[in-house]
Structures are given as C-alpha cells and as structure tokens.
C-alpha cells in the first residue's frame, strides 16, 4: 500500500509564516490612519438623584490616562429622552 504524501514540516513552517505575513499585511493596509485627536473627550452618564461627583472624575481621569493627559470637567446636559439621566462632559488636556 502506498502512503500518502505528506507535506515536510519544513514546507508547513513556510505556509505558517506566508499566512501570517498576508494577515499582518492585510490588517496594515486596512487599518484608519492614526487620529492623535480621538477620544480627547469623554460623556459619562449618571444618575441626579443617587451620584458621586468624585467617582465620576475619576472615571473621566482612567479615560484620559490612556493619552497621559488630566481629565478637565467641561459641563453637563440633561437626557432629554429621560428625565432621570444627566451627561457630564470631560475633555483631556
């Protein structure tokens, strides 16, 4: 009985670095050009009858950690869907 052939683990190593290669080159080709602008801002909602101002700060300053930036409290607005949410604004700076 004659045996399959079988492709040398040489020859498999070559088709797994030829496939990634394509993946990095693909997903490099696709990819948005970098905006150093993005996400410099941040919305949190929250709740006016039961909130934490200090907590809410703090979430906007874990966002802009991301850019090594401090989070600066810009204002609020009010859900006008919902009478019960509120929006405040944080840019980082």
């Given amino acids: 009985m004659k045996r399959p052939d079988i492709p040398s ?51 906007a300053q874990a966002h802009c950690d991301a850019y090594n930036l401090n989070a600066r409290f810009v204002d609020e607005t009010i859900d006008e869907q919902s009478v019960r949410w ?3 604004h944080y840019n980082c700076v």
């Fill in 9 to 59: 683990t040489a020859f498999l190593a070559r088709c797994v670095a030829l496939g990634l290669c394509l993946c990095v080159a693909v997903s490099c080709a696709t990819r948005a050009p970098y905006d150093p602008n993005a996400d410099l801002s941040v919305s949190i909602p929250y709740d006016p009858y039961n909130y934490d101002p200090e907590r809410l700060d703090r979430e």
């Fill in 86 to 88: 509120r929006y405040r």
